[in-house]
Structures are given as structure tokens and as C-alpha cells.
């Protein structure tokens, strides 16, 4: 079966870059298409970003456009998630999701079938 875990949240200040890691194991991420989620405090869970298994596709929500960027190493076995010019408004916890067996990809947390544990990611002013 497979399993996610995500790493590389943490603190950081206004402005400033963290990079998520998602890392999969028991088969290989090239199967899935595989999204990045967040949820706040308060809130619900909302598409940030994803990718198809060919990684031709990938699909970013509006408030992270030309900030975040998603990205997969195939040899790692890892999909990853670049954050420049982070806003207090990214504070959350950050989940990465697996969809297998299509080609498609979706910012809609209903479509996926597997879920990682989630990463704190904070940003302060």
C-alpha cells in the first residue's frame, strides 16, 4: 500500500522560501498524480497545487500562482513543493495527496484516494 510522508515545514519569517517535501513509498510515485493541499485553523481544506503522474500537467490555485512551484524526482521517489515569497495567509498545515491510475490531476481534495500525516508550516510577519 502505499504511504506519503511529508517533511520540511517549519517557521519562517514574510518573505521567506521553505521547500515541502512528499515522499512516497511502497510503489513508485510515477503511478499517481499526486496534489498539495492546506488547511488553517478554522478552515477547510483547499487545493494549493498538483501534478499528473507523467508530471506534463501541473495546476496551481490563485492566491499561490507564481510563488509555489511543484515539482517530482522520479528517482527519489518524492514530489516536492517550492514556497518563495511566503505570506502570513500560507500558515497552515500542509498535506500531499495520491490519486492513482488516471491522468489527470485536480485541486479538489474529494478525488484523492491517499493522504500523508501533513507538515506545520508558519509564517510570521
Known amino acids: 500500500q502505499l504511504k506519503l510522508v511529508e517533511s520540511g515545514g517549519g517557521l519562517v519569517h514574510s518573505g521567506g522560501s521553505l521547500r515541502l517535501s512528499c515522499t512516497a513509498s511502497?510503489?513508485?510515485?510515477?503511478?499517481?498524480?499526486i496534489g498539495w493541499f492546506r488547511q488553517a485553523p478554522g478552515k477547510e481544506r483547499e487545493g494549493v497545487s498538483c501534478?499528473?503522474?507523467?508530471?506534463?500537467?501541473?495546476s496551481y490555485a490563485d492566491s499561490v500562482m507564481g510563488r509555489f512551484t511543484i515539482s517530482k524526482d522520479s528517482a527519489k521517489n518524492t514530489v516536492y513543493l517550492q514556497m518563495n515569497s511566503l505570506k502570513p495567509e500560507d500558515t497552515a498545515v500542509y498535506y500531499c495527496?495520491?490519486?492513482?491510475?488516471?491522468?489527470?490531476?485536480?485541486?479538489?481534495?474529494?478525488?484523492?484516494?491517499?493522504w500523508g500525516p501533513g507538515t506545520q508550516v508558519t509564517v510570521d510577519s
Open positions: 495527496a495520491a490519486k492513482p491510475k488516471t491522468f489527470i490531476a485536480t485541486l479538489q481534495p474529494n478525488w484523492y484516494d491517499y
Open positions: 501534478i499528473t503522474s507523467s508530471g506534463g500537467f501541473t
Open positions: 511502497g510503489f513508485p510515485v510515477d503511478y499517481y498524480s
